[in-house]
């Protein structure tokens, strides 16, 4: 059984901190790794994706893998009341192409 | 690049009718689609797999005869929820991948349709 373990937060953090999202799998043979902002009531939005160990940066986005540790996550530098959203972290296994989410991490940028 | 429609966004619909929900990839093809169904303040949970030209594969508890899957053409998969209930009342997303780009490329997601029954 694939699981996708994140903090359930809340997270609050005020307009431009750093916000921080942590992820850990289970699953050893996972090769793909997504972060997905959902804003309440709509459907999710695909911020990054990550497949090597280390760093990936987008814009504000940074994702971080390290496989040994079986750990994603996500940083959004200068955080912006819009980044106010549930972000999910998402794992695609090597045997097949299911998408396993964790529950998500809600996330609050206070003005 | 990577679109997907999803149609209707929203459906109301009364007890024991039915619900066809419509998801198209406009930009590319996808031999295989995915239905996922997320109540409030949950995560997404897989319902079904659906595959072109071939029958959807459903998760554990999902019953197959209420949510009919077809997948009729390389950019078209439909959910069919049959004799619906107000217990079906949820946010039905369907998702695909452009499978030219590799297995492990990321899903596009559709808008999703919000169901309520009454």
């Known amino acids: 059984q694939k699981e996708v373990e994140q903090n359930s937060g809340p997270l609050s953090v005020p307009e431009g901190a750093i916000a921080s999202l942590n992820c850990t799998y289970s699953?050893?043979?996972?090769?793909?790794f997504f972060w997905y902002r959902q804003y309440s009531g709509k459907s999710p939005e695909l911020i990054m994706f990550i497949y090597s160990n280390g760093d990936k940066e987008d814009g504000r986005f940074t994702a971080q893998l390290n496989k040994a540790s079986q750990y994603v996550s996500l940083l959004i530098r200068d955080s912006q009341p819009s980044d106010s959203a549930t972000y999910l972290c998402a794992v695609k296994g090597g045997s097949n192409y299911k998408l396993t989410f964790g529950k998500g991490t809600l996330l609050t940028v206070n003005p | 690049g990577a679109v997907v429609s999803q149609h209707p966004s929203w459906v109301i619909c009364k007890s024991g009718t039915s619900v066809k929900i419509e998801c198209r990839s406009l930009d590319f093809q996808a031999t295989t689609m995915f239905w996922y169904r997320q109540f409030p303040k949950q995560s997404l949970m897989l319902m079904a797999t659906?595959?072109?030209?071939?029958?959807?594969?459903?998760e554990q508890g999902v019953e197959k005869d209420k949510f009919l899957i077809n997948h009729a053409s390389l950019t078209l998969s439909t959910l069919t929820v049959t004799s619906a209930h107000p217990e079906d009342s949820s946010f039905y997303i369907c998702?695909?991948?452009?499978?030219?780009?590799?297995?492990?490329?990321?899903?596009?997601f559709g808008n999703g349709t919000r169901l309520t029954v009454t």
């Open positions: 699953d050893r043979g996972s090769q793909s």
């Open positions: 659906s595959n072109e030209g071939s029958k959807a594969t459903y």
């Open positions: 998702s695909a991948m452009d499978e030219e780009k590799g297995l492990n490329s990321p899903l596009h």
